[in-house]
């Protein structure tokens, strides 16, 4: 349908994406922390300060459903411009008006952008990865959302010296990696299936539902578990008696952890099948995190808990979907990626929400409590799953 004069060179292509959702996973890690402790040092309560978190993925829940088309009609490269346009300004603009629901509103247009930008470099990237290297690819993207996600939180320690520092370090990396995407030329997903109707929407949504609900799972955990790490447990370990400097190591030290297994856990799926590496890794985060509230008096068993939580959740996303794209169709995939965005949106809503109350309500383990429990919900969501065998691509090597 689409056609242009000259053909992207798939390897500068990749990597730039890739580098986009780094500096995308710089931004959003950064947000979630930082802004957890200015609203606690100026006496937000627990449940405000998750309400404020989420504001980042209702954003990411309002655009979803209007993503689709414009990627389909548009092509990729001038979703993911917008996107870097509304993060970079955004960002700029936090800190010269610290109201409540000020920053609220500046984080659902950070949420919007940074749909736009994920979800366009999602497409873009499974459908042009072959199905033989797709966990891998998948992987190393998932490995530069988690390094620059690591990287956010350490803009924490920023605050003593200036509070705008963050913030402009977090916006000109924003408009560098602009300089990069502008040297791509457009491309445009498999248009095989339209969206000229919302009954054809309604339709696509429910027959990606039907092949693989258990594949967007993830995302809803991965969500659930990076909104509640990010924006709640600075809250949690403040009122605990941890000092700002321990937070900013452990925060990172789950992220570390998920880029030491990132790539091996992508291959291995390639190789045994995504469910059952999926299952692995959530049964064994949830051991993690059930161990966390006995090792609570020890910074050391604590950080060595949270290494590994990283080495086993922090791949969920990732996971989800490259399996996603195992069970759907190939033009099913644009749709199928906006469902993973809802999901995660949810998963990251709920996340802070409960976890703030489970604080509120809870002296000690409260955080780690609310993630163990829905991640025991999603094992067993995954032990009840079969995947149907005539999705379109998938092999049931990976489908099992």
């Not at 339209?194 to 027959?207: E, N, P, Q, V």
């Not at 409260?366 to 009840?384: C, D, K, N, Q, R």
Request: proline share 4%.
């Amino acid at each position: 349908m689409h056609a242009t004069n000259n053909v992207n060179n798939p390897i500068y292509r990749y990597w730039v994406l890739v580098g986009m959702v780094l500096i995308a996973g710089f931004s959003q890690g950064m947000l979630l922390p930082l802004l957890a402790i200015m609203l606690e040092q100026v006496g937000v309560s627990s449940s405000l300060n998750g309400l404020n978190a989420a504001g980042l993925y209702i954003g990411i829940l309002l655009i979803s459903p209007f993503i689709e088309k414009p990627v389909r009609h548009f092509g990729y490269k001038p979703v993911i411009v917008t996107g870097l346009i509304l993060v970079a300004t955004s960002l700029m603009l936090f800190p010269f008006w610290q109201v409540f629901w000020f920053w609220f509103m500046l984080r659902v247009i950070v949420g919007i952008g940074d749909n736009l930008i994920h979800y366009a470099t999602q497409v873009w990237i499974t459908s042009t990865s072959p199905k033989k290297t797709r966990g891998r690819n998948l992987s190393i993207y998932g490995l530069a959302f988690g390094m620059g996600f690591a990287i956010g939180p350490l803009m924490t320690r920023l605050l003593a010296v200036n509070e705008f520092l963050p913030f402009i370090i977090a916006s000109v990396t924003s408009l560098f990696s602009w300089v990069f995407v502008m040297k791509l030329r457009n491309e445009w997903p498999d248009n095989e299936v339209t969206t000229a109707s919302k009954l054809g929407t309604w339709a696509r949504y429910k027959k990606v539902v039907s092949y693989a609900w258990f594949a967007l799972l993830p995302a809803f955990c991965y969500g659930y578990l990076e909104a509640s790490l990010h924006g709640n447990f600075p809250v949690y370990a403040l009122r605990s008696g941890m000092t700002i400097d321990w937070v900013s190591i452990l925060l990172p030290s789950f992220v570390v952890g998920s880029l030491v297994t990132q790539l091996p856990l992508g291959i291995l799926s390639d190789k045994i099948g995504r469910k059952k590496v999926l299952l692995s890794v959530i049964f064994l985060g949830f051991l993690s995190f059930m161990a966390m509230s006995f090792f609570e008096s020890s910074m050391t068993g604590l950080l060595l808990c949270f290494i590994f939580a990283g080495m086993f959740i922090g791949s969920t996303f990732s996971l989800g979907m490259a399996y996603l794209a195992d069970l759907i169709p190939a033009s099913l995939l644009p749709t199928g990626n906006v469902m993973l965005a809802v999901a995660f949106a949810l998963g990251s809503i709920f996340g802070p929400i409960i976890g703030g109350i489970f604080i509120d309500l809870f002296e000690s383990g409260s955080i780690y409590y609310s993630i163990s429990g829905m991640l025991l919900l999603v094992l067993i969501a995954g032990l009840v799953f079969t995947p149907k065998l005539d999705g379109g691509e998938q092999t049931v090597i990976n489908s099992a």
